[in-house]
């Protein structure tokens, strides 16, 4: 047979076609992606983490605003500062917002974003004196304080081991049976997978193809590739002696079936046919040509249509990943005379102007109430700024909590103690004060928030979180 309409570049086959979209899926993930496993009632919910890769400078995030607190942050931030007329109000607080975050001003008003401060990963409840006094920091402290790709780990996967191969993402889907594996808009986070998944990982564009190569459903209304469509699905019903190629064909059908079910949904784009005008508003100001300006806006875009879609994506319980990176600002994270603006401001603007978009497309849609975002990173920022307009590795981080179930009005966790060298900061010798802050909350307490809003049960908490049990009665934040 050498039609030359058939013949194709096999890297080119391998790599967009049932087998690449395998690879996409998840080969742990697949059986059970279309399979009977148990479903919720009515009452959908779904969780949005968006990672902050580099370690995000919490510190010009969420700012106090009484006088007392604002002027020992000015006076160690000094050309850092943001200054306090700009911050963006949080209603019932005193603290307030990069003027970056402008875009979150709905969700604030609304009394629907909370600040968790001082957050990080620990093992057990942790004084300065016991860190001080740890000779070895197994089953004391978690693993390589500081490092970037060890503290991903540790946010990820909900542990003090950043060896540990699952996220607790993935450990929740499977503890709560969700129909689906965590949906990531942006590759294979540790955070989504667990023992026996991986995530689903959809393109992050609008308008991008989720499929096979020529499999789509415009695709095969010509005539030989619907024939050879058949073709292939006949040769993947077929019983094969082994029960490896059993498995390998399951995990094709699969990923034939899945395409089938989320490639239009995947497809459609701002304006174009199927799309949603209450999530096209939101987005509005991001908007540019029919096309979302910034990467994250995209991923958000996404994933709105996915929740809106539900019915199509299946499962009333659902977690999606997105992310952003360049968070660590060594150098230049400001300008100098003008501590607003600089490369954090930008990062920043992106994430208030995304996050922004997609609270206002589930206020609009009526699902603000069914779905929580938040924030991860890798760790907090040096309160006291380097020679280079910039900020360096810390540990404690304060986050933000988006969604119509959220309590605002307060911040939650415990608010560090400003004072260098203080019962916070991890130095004692007067080179080693940097504002690098000891956790007062964990990473434990603050997914066990979230997972219990989400259905999850106490037994269920201690399973996807082993280190829970560590801090007693105090397991939850109490923000949704």
Not at 186 to 202: A, D, K, Q, Y
Not at 441 to 457: E, H, I, K, P
Request: aromatic letters at 8%; hydrophobic letters at 40%.
């Amino acid at each position: 047979m050498n039609d030359p309409k058939i013949l194709m570049n096999r890297r080119r086959w391998l790599a967009r076609s049932g087998l690449g979209l395998a690879g996409a899926l998840g080969a742990g993930t697949l059986g059970n992606l279309l399979g009977a496993r148990p479903a919720y009632a009515a009452d959908y919910k779904a969780l949005l983490c968006i990672f902050l890769y580099g370690g995000n400078d919490g510190l010009n995030t969420v700012v106090p605003t009484d006088a007392a607190r604002y002027n020992q942050y000015a006076a160690v931030r000094g050309k850092l500062a943001i200054p306090s007329s700009r911050l963006v109000p949080l209603a019932g607080m005193t603290y307030g917002l990069h003027p970056a975050l402008a875009g979150l001003q709905a969700a604030a008003d609304d009394g629907h974003i909370a600040p968790v401060f001082n957050v990080g990963p620990l093992i057990k409840p942790l004084t300065k004196a016991e860190f001080r006094a740890a000779s070895s920091s197994v089953g004391v402290l978690p693993d390589s304080l500081y490092s970037h790709s060890d503290q991903q780990y540790l946010w990820e996967n909900g542990t003090g081991d950043s060896l540990e191969p699952t996220g607790w993402g993935g450990r929740a889907s499977d503890a709560l049976a969700t129909v689906n594996p965590v949906i990531s808009l942006s590759g294979t986070p540790r955070f989504g997978i667990s023992r026996t998944h991986t995530p689903l990982v959809l393109p992050n564009t609008p308008g991008d193809t989720f499929g096979a190569y020529e499999m789509q459903p415009e695709d095969l209304k010509v005539a030989w590739k619907a024939e050879r469509k058949a073709a292939i699905d006949a040769m993947y019903q077929q019983q094969q002696e082994l029960a490896l190629a059993n498995a390998y064909t399951a995990i094709q059908r699969d990923a034939f079936s899945v395409s089938d079910r989320l490639s239009g949904l995947v497809k459609i784009v701002p304006g174009g046919a199927g799309a949603t005008a209450a999530i096209d508003t939101a987005f509005a100001p991001l908007i540019s040509g029919g096309k979302i300006g910034t990467g994250l806006g995209r991923q958000l875009y996404q994933i709105a249509k996915l929740v809106s879609g539900n019915a199509t994506v299946q499962g009333n319980r659902q977690i999606f990943f997105a992310q952003m990176s360049a968070f660590d600002t060594h150098g230049n994270q400001a300008v100098d005379g003008s501590p607003a603006d600089g490369q954090h401001a930008q990062l920043l603007k992106e994430l208030g102007d995304a996050l922004g978009a997609f609270y206002r497309a589930m206020k609009a849609l009526g699902l603000g109430e069914s779905v929580t975002a938040f924030t991860q990173s890798d760790f907090g920022r040096t309160f006291v700024p380097n020679n280079s307009m910039g900020t360096d590795h810390a540990w404690g981080n304060h986050h933000l909590v988006v969604g119509g179930a959220v309590k605002g009005g307060r911040g939650y966790g415990s608010y560090p103690d400003l004072t260098l060298g203080g019962p916070n900061d991890v130095g004692v010798d007067t080179w080693e004060q940097q504002g690098r802050w000891i956790p007062t909350s964990s990473v434990d307490q603050y997914a066990a928030t979230m997972l219990g809003w989400f259905g999850a049960s106490d037994a269920q908490l201690r399973t996807v979180l082993p280190n829970l049990a560590n801090f007693g009665s105090a397991t939850k934040l109490g923000f949704v």
